[in-house]
């Protein structure tokens, strides 16, 4: 296992100087974010300007561990157009997952499992895992919903985020059966409640020792994902909280 930074915890300046940041705090990669709507990176604009988008990761000379996909529209031929661009980049980028939201809380689950088959079918051919995020809006909000998803779409990874379970729905449920799905893992420290989804490191109840033991059984060898988020209403300085994060996740590895 390696720590790495997600560029989301310095969405206030540019993709350029966000990732120059994580790696002059030595994190051995970048979790790459392209959400619509992101003043770092579009999936539009990868698919238009692929070319410039590959050059300016290249320049940033700092490796990927993963990206995170946000598309905010139906499954149209567009969409798939955005996301087979955005799998494209992650092969010639040579980074090894896509993580991307499952379907939102009260869809179709059957129609859920056909655009997740055909999305990891998609990103087979250009040899990448497709992940989805656990996350208490969709339907990944169950851990037990989570493993089913999995169950039914052969390849479909999960990308661990326990915050969304300590805070969530079913916080009472036990979430040890999803690690033998997890290719990747999101942390940031939180509370009990929702109102401290995102608390300083050491003041709220996450067992970061227990998640590491867990993924060690199941010998998870890829990236933990410092993933605490530069919000416009946070009630804390974000980068010393990942740096402190960072030294704690690598004391543990």
């Excluded at 905010?72 to 092969?91: H, K, S, W």
């Excluded at 300085?237 to 004391?251: D, G």
Aim: with cysteine; aromatic share 6%.
């Amino acid at each position: 296992m390696y720590v790495a930074c997600s560029t989301l915890s310095f969405s206030k300046v540019s993709l350029e100087d966000a990732l120059r940041t994580v790696r002059e705090m030595r994190f051995a990669k970048a979790d790459l974010a392209i959400h619509d709507g992101s003043p770092h990176l579009t999936p539009a604009e990868v698919a238009d300007d692929f070319d410039r988008t590959t050059l300016r990761l290249k320049a940033a000379n700092l490796p990927l561990a993963a990206i995170h996909l946000v598309i905010d529209a139906p499954d149209t031929a567009e969409t798939r157009t955005r996301f087979r661009a955005v799998c494209r980049l992650a092969r010639v980028s040579t980074v090894p997952l896509v993580t991307i939201p499952a379907a939102p809380l009260g869809s179709d689950l059957d129609a859920e499992v056909a655009r997740l088959q055909e999305w990891v079918r998609i990103g087979e051919t250009e040899g990448v895992i497709l992940s989805v995020e656990t996350h208490t809006d969709t339907v990944t909000a169950d851990p037990l919903g989570a493993a089913e998803l999995c169950r039914r779409v052969p390849g479909l990874a999960l990308t661990l985020d326990p915050s969304h379970y300590h805070v969530g729905p079913h916080s009472k449920t036990d979430y040890d059966n999803l690690y033998k799905f997890v290719r990747h893992v999101r942390l940031r420290d939180t509370g009990k409640t929702p109102a401290q989804f995102q608390v300083r490191i050491g003041q709220g109840e996450l067992e970061y020792g227990k998640v590491i033991t867990q993924l060690d059984r199941f010998r998870y060898d890829r990236a933990l994902t410092v993933d605490i988020r530069d919000v416009p209403d946070s009630p804390f300085p974000v980068e010393p909280e990942v740096r402190k994060l960072k030294y704690l996740l690598e004391s543990l590895v």
